[in-house]
Protein backbone atom coordinates (compact mmCIF):
# COMPACT_ATOMS: atom_id res chain seq x y z
CA UNK A 1 0.00 0.00 0.00
CA UNK A 2 1.48 3.48 -0.78
CA UNK A 3 0.99 6.32 1.20
CA UNK A 4 -1.25 8.00 -0.94
CA UNK A 5 -3.90 4.47 -1.08
CA UNK A 6 -3.07 4.75 2.64
CA UNK A 7 -4.18 8.68 2.69
CA UNK A 8 -7.40 8.26 0.71
CA UNK A 9 -8.62 5.41 2.35
CA UNK A 10 -8.92 7.20 5.64
CA UNK A 11 -10.17 10.37 3.66
CA UNK A 12 -13.91 8.44 3.26
CA UNK A 13 -14.09 8.49 6.78
CA UNK A 14 -16.90 10.57 8.62
CA UNK A 15 -14.76 12.22 11.66
CA UNK A 16 -12.76 11.56 14.59
CA UNK A 17 -14.18 11.04 17.86
CA UNK A 18 -11.69 10.88 21.48
CA UNK A 19 -12.87 8.86 23.92
CA UNK A 20 -11.33 10.21 27.78
CA UNK A 21 -9.73 7.36 30.28
CA UNK A 22 -10.94 7.57 33.59
CA UNK A 23 -9.14 4.94 35.09
CA UNK A 24 -6.05 4.39 32.62
CA UNK A 25 -5.29 0.35 34.66
CA UNK A 26 -8.85 -0.93 33.10
CA UNK A 27 -8.88 1.15 29.70
CA UNK A 28 -6.53 3.33 28.18
CA UNK A 29 -7.59 6.30 26.56
CA UNK A 30 -8.94 5.92 22.96
CA UNK A 31 -8.63 8.12 19.77
CA UNK A 32 -11.58 6.96 16.45
CA UNK A 33 -11.75 7.14 13.16
CA UNK A 34 -15.36 7.07 12.21
CA UNK A 35 -16.81 5.92 8.97
CA UNK A 36 -20.22 5.50 7.34
CA UNK A 37 -18.81 1.57 7.20
CA UNK A 38 -15.60 0.48 8.59
CA UNK A 39 -14.48 -1.57 5.41
CA UNK A 40 -13.81 1.70 4.21
CA UNK A 41 -10.69 1.91 6.19
CA UNK A 42 -9.83 -2.05 6.96
CA UNK A 43 -7.09 -2.06 4.46
CA UNK A 44 -5.23 1.10 5.44
CA UNK A 45 -6.01 0.18 9.16
CA UNK A 46 -4.56 -3.58 8.71
CA UNK A 47 -1.45 -2.37 7.15
CA UNK A 48 -1.13 -0.31 10.41
CA UNK A 49 -1.76 -3.31 12.29
CA UNK A 50 0.14 -5.81 10.25
CA UNK A 51 3.17 -3.64 9.78
CA UNK A 52 3.51 -1.72 13.09
CA UNK A 53 4.56 -2.48 17.18
CA UNK A 54 2.95 -0.37 19.53
CA UNK A 55 6.19 1.44 20.49
CA UNK A 56 6.76 2.33 16.67
CA UNK A 57 3.71 5.02 16.29
CA UNK A 58 3.36 8.41 17.14
CA UNK A 59 0.34 10.59 16.26
CA UNK A 60 0.33 14.01 15.94
CA UNK A 61 -3.09 16.32 15.88
CA UNK A 62 -3.06 19.64 14.18
CA UNK A 63 -6.00 21.78 14.62
CA UNK A 64 -7.37 23.57 11.18
CA UNK A 65 -10.36 24.82 11.54
CA UNK A 66 -13.13 24.76 14.33
CA UNK A 67 -14.51 21.67 12.47
CA UNK A 68 -11.37 20.33 10.79
CA UNK A 69 -8.32 18.31 12.15
CA UNK A 70 -5.05 16.59 10.70
CA UNK A 71 -3.56 13.54 11.91
CA UNK A 72 -0.21 12.32 11.28
CA UNK A 73 1.07 8.86 11.94
CA UNK A 74 4.42 8.78 11.92
CA UNK A 75 5.94 5.15 11.14
CA UNK A 76 9.43 5.03 13.33
CA UNK A 77 10.36 1.69 12.13
CA UNK A 78 9.92 2.63 8.74
CA UNK A 79 10.92 6.30 8.65
CA UNK A 80 7.94 6.96 7.23
CA UNK A 81 5.08 9.64 7.68
CA UNK A 82 1.49 9.64 6.88
CA UNK A 83 -0.91 12.21 6.51
CA UNK A 84 -4.97 12.57 7.08
CA UNK A 85 -6.32 15.65 6.62
CA UNK A 86 -9.49 17.34 6.79
CA UNK A 87 -10.77 15.10 9.11
CA UNK A 88 -14.33 15.97 11.06
CA UNK A 89 -14.32 16.68 14.53
CA UNK A 90 -15.55 18.31 17.56
CA UNK A 91 -13.25 20.39 19.54
CA UNK A 92 -14.81 20.43 23.21
CA UNK A 93 -14.19 16.56 22.74
CA UNK A 94 -11.05 16.94 21.62
CA UNK A 95 -9.87 19.28 24.39
CA UNK A 96 -11.54 17.11 26.46
CA UNK A 97 -9.60 14.49 25.84
CA UNK A 98 -6.29 16.48 25.87
CA UNK A 99 -6.79 18.06 29.19
CA UNK A 100 -9.01 15.90 31.28
CA UNK A 101 -7.95 11.66 30.08
CA UNK A 102 -5.66 9.84 32.43
CA UNK A 103 -2.67 8.67 29.82
CA UNK A 104 -0.13 6.11 30.60
CA UNK A 105 1.94 4.28 28.20
CA UNK A 106 -0.42 4.19 25.59
CA UNK A 107 -3.23 5.04 23.62
CA UNK A 108 -5.64 3.12 21.24
CA UNK A 109 -6.26 4.04 17.69
CA UNK A 110 -8.99 2.20 16.39
CA UNK A 111 -11.43 2.46 13.43
CA UNK A 112 -15.41 1.78 13.96
CA UNK A 113 -18.71 2.89 12.09
CA UNK A 114 -21.86 4.59 12.63
CA UNK A 115 -24.68 2.54 14.14
CA UNK A 116 -28.07 4.42 14.67
CA UNK A 117 -25.97 7.67 14.67
CA UNK A 118 -23.57 6.94 17.22
CA UNK A 119 -19.97 5.20 16.55
CA UNK A 120 -19.38 1.46 17.84
CA UNK A 121 -16.37 -0.30 18.33
CA UNK A 122 -16.29 -3.71 17.38
CA UNK A 123 -14.39 -7.02 19.35
CA UNK A 124 -13.82 -8.74 15.55
CA UNK A 125 -10.24 -9.33 14.88
CA UNK A 126 -9.38 -7.27 11.74
CA UNK A 127 -10.41 -4.06 13.50
CA UNK A 128 -9.03 -4.71 16.86
CA UNK A 129 -7.29 -1.86 18.45
CA UNK A 130 -3.94 -0.61 17.61
CA UNK A 131 -1.75 0.87 20.81
CA UNK A 132 0.22 3.97 20.32
CA UNK A 133 3.30 5.07 22.22
CA UNK A 134 3.09 8.83 21.67
CA UNK A 135 0.53 11.39 21.22
CA UNK A 136 1.33 15.31 19.99
CA UNK A 137 -1.26 17.76 20.40
CA UNK A 138 -0.60 20.73 18.10
CA UNK A 139 -2.42 23.80 18.42
Keep these: MTETEFEKSFQKSKKLVFYNSEDYNNEP ?77 YCMFCISEMYKDQPVLFGVSEISPLLVSELNFSQ
Design 29 to 105: PAVCVVFDDARNGIEAYDYLRNNLTRDEICLVFRILTEKTISITLIDKKNSKIFNIDNLNFDKSNYDDFRLNSKFGK
